[in-house]
C-alpha cells in the first residue's frame, strides 16, 4: 500500500465513504479477479495493436460487474488507451439507436490525461500532432489519415478537414458547431453545416462510420484504441418487444463489426445478468446473437475459460469479503494520523466479524454486500479510531443497518424470508 499515492488514497476512500465504486485506483482492491488478469492484458494488447475485441461480462447484481468494467478501464489507460462507460436505458440511450450510442461514447470518452467529455481535446491533440509532424506535410498527413474513413464515412472526414481550417482561421463558432457535429450532436446550425459542405444529422446508418472515424482520430492523436463499456444492458428485458428485437439486432452487429475488423482498436465489453444472456426475454430471443455469446459454464466455476467470449462473475464470499476489508483497512492506516490505533483496534479479527455482521444483517446474501460493507467499515470503525484515542469499535460500535442507506437490491436481500408453511407464521 506505500505505493499508493496520498491523493489517490485519499479519492479512494471518499468514495468508499460515500457509498460509490471509486473511479480510480481500483487494482488496490481488486478481489477475485486475479484468474482474468493475464487474458485481459493479452486481449489489452491485441486491441491496443490494431485489434478487436468483444466480450460480455455476466454477474447477478452485486456481483462486481461494474468494478470489473472500471477496473477493466484502468488497466486500458495504463496501456494508452481511451475508454468510455454507457449505461443502456430505454429512455436516454436505447440500443437500437446507434447515433444515441455513439453520442454518449463522446460525451464520456475519457483519457488517463483528459477526463469525461475528453472528445474535443482528442480533435485538439489529432491536429497538433497533425502540425507537429517535421517529416510531413500537414495536408498530405491529413489526406493519408483520413483515406480509410473518407471510404466508409466520407462525412466524418469533410467534417474533419472543415475542423483543421475553422481552428486555423481562429473560428471559434464553426469550430464548436463542427466538434458538436462530429461527435453526433444533433441540431447544429445550418449555416455551419453548409460552410464545411456536409448535410444533415447523424443516423443509425452513419453511426458505425463514426465509430470507425473516432478510432482513426484516437489512433492518431496517441491513443492505441478505445475500451467501450455497454452497462446494463439487462434493461433490454424490460422494453417493448419491437424495440428489444431491434435492440439485440444492433448488438448481433456490433459484434459481428467487431468479428469483420473493421474497429481496429476497439475492446468493446458488454455486461448483463445471467437471465439477459440464459432467459427468453434476452438474448435467446435472437438466435443468431445466442449462438455467437454461447459458452460452456456447466463446470465448476474454478475452470471458466477465461479467453471465452462470455466472463461469469461469482460474487463475493465472506472469505472475499473478509480480504477487502483487510485491504482498505491497510490502505486506510497507511495515510492515517494513528495508524498504530487502527492496526491495534480494527484487527483481522474485527474484520471478519464486522463482516459477518452486515452480511447478516442483508439477510446472508454476500454478494451484495460489499458497498454497504466498505461504507461503513470507512465512516465508523476506520474513521472514528483514528479520531478519538478513547473510541472501542467493539465495545462502542453496534452495527445498525438501516434500510434508508440501502439500494433497492439491498433492501430486497434483507427482507426476511417468506415462511414456508402458514403454520410457521407468528401471529402475536
Known amino acids: 500500500m506505500s505505493t499508493v499515492s496520498k491523493r489517490r488514497r485519499n479519492e479512494i476512500i471518499a468514495a468508499l ?43 447477478e447484481y452485486g456481483a462486481g460487474k461494474t468494478f470489473f468494467s472500471r477496473w477493466l478501464s ?30 454518449r461514447v463522446c460525451e464520456a470518452v475519457q483519457t488517463s490525461s483528459f477526463p469525461p467529455s475528453a472528445f474535443r481535446l482528442i480533435l485538439d491533440a489529432w491536429l497538433f500532432t497533425l502540425e507537429t509532424d517535421a517529416d510531413a506535410d500537414p495536408d498530405s498527413l491529413l489526406e493519408s489519415r483520413l483515406s480509410e474513413v473518407s471510404k466508409s464515412t466520407p462525412a466524418f472526414a469533410t467534417a474533419l478537414r472543415a475542423y483543421r481550417q475553422a481552428v486555423e482561421e481562429d473560428d471559434v463558432t464553426t469550430a464548436e458547431g463542427l466538434a458538436a457535429w462530429l461527435a453526433g450532436q444533433p441540431n447544429v446550425s445550418g449555416q455551419i453545416r453548409r460552410r464545411a459542405g456536409i448535410k444533415g444529422d447523424l443516423d443509425h446508418f452513419g453511426a458505425l462510420g463514426f465509430l470507425q472515424g473516432l478510432l482513426t482520430v484516437l489512433r492518431d492523436s496517441g491513443h492505441p484504441g478505445l475500451l467501450l463499456v455497454l452497462d446494463e444492458v439487462e434493461t433490454l428485458q424490460r422494453v417493448r418487444t419491437d424495440v428489444r428485437e431491434k ?21 468493446l465489453l458488454i455486461t448483463g445478468t445471467p437471465a439477459f444472456f440464459d432467459g427468453a426475454q434476452g438474448v435467446q430471443r435472437l438466435p443468431p446473437l445466442a449462438q455467437r455469446l454461447a459458452t460452456d459454464f456447466s463446470m465448476d466455476p474454478k475452470f471458466d475459460n477465461p479467453r471465452a467470449i462470455q466472463l461469469r462473475l461469482s460474487g463475493f464470499n465472506l472469505d472475499r469479503l473478509c480480504e477487502l476489508g483487510r485491504n482498505v483497512r491497510d490502505l486506510y492506516a497507511a ?35 460489499p458497498r454497504l460493507f ?9 474513521d472514528r479510531t483514528d479520531q478519538f484515542e478513547d473510541f472501542d469499535p467493539r465495545r462502542d460500535y453496534k452495527l445498525v443497518v438501516d434500510t434508508r442507506e440501502m439500494s433497492e437490491e439491498e433492501r430486497n436481500s434483507a427482507l426476511p424470508a417468506s415462511p414456508a408453511d402458514i403454520d410457521d407464521i407468528d401471529l402475536s
Open 335 to 369: 495515510g492515517a494520523e494513528h495508524p498504530e490505533r487502527i492496526a491495534d483496534k480494527v484487527d483481522d479479527t474485527y474484520i471478519h466479524d464486522f463482516a459477518a455482521s452486515v452480511v447478516g444483517g442483508l439477510g446472508g446474501n454476500v454478494g451484495i454486500a
Open 74 to 103: 484502468e488497466q486500458a489507460k495504463i496501456k494508452g488507451m481511451a475508454v468510455a462507460e454507457v449505461q443502456i436505458s430505454e429512455t436516454e440511450t436505447p440500443l437500437h439507436k446507434l447515433e444515441t450510442v455513439y453520442r
Open 247 to 267: 435492440a439485440l439486432n444492433a448488438l448481433r452487429q456490433l459484434i459481428d463489426e467487431v468479428d469483420s475488423g473493421r474497429f481496429p482498436g476497439l475492446f
Open 374 to 382: 466498505l461504507k461503513k467499515l470507512v465512516d465508523v470503525p476506520l
Open 17 to 59: 465513504r460515500n457509498g460509490t465504486v471509486p473511479h480510480s485506483g481500483l487494482d488496490v482492491l481488486a478481489v477475485g479477479l486475479d484468474k482474468f488478469e493475464r487474458s485481459i492484458h493479452e486481449e489489452l494488447n491485441t486491441a491496443a495493436g490494431g485489434g478487436a475485441i468483444f466480450k460480455a461480462v455476466r454477474g
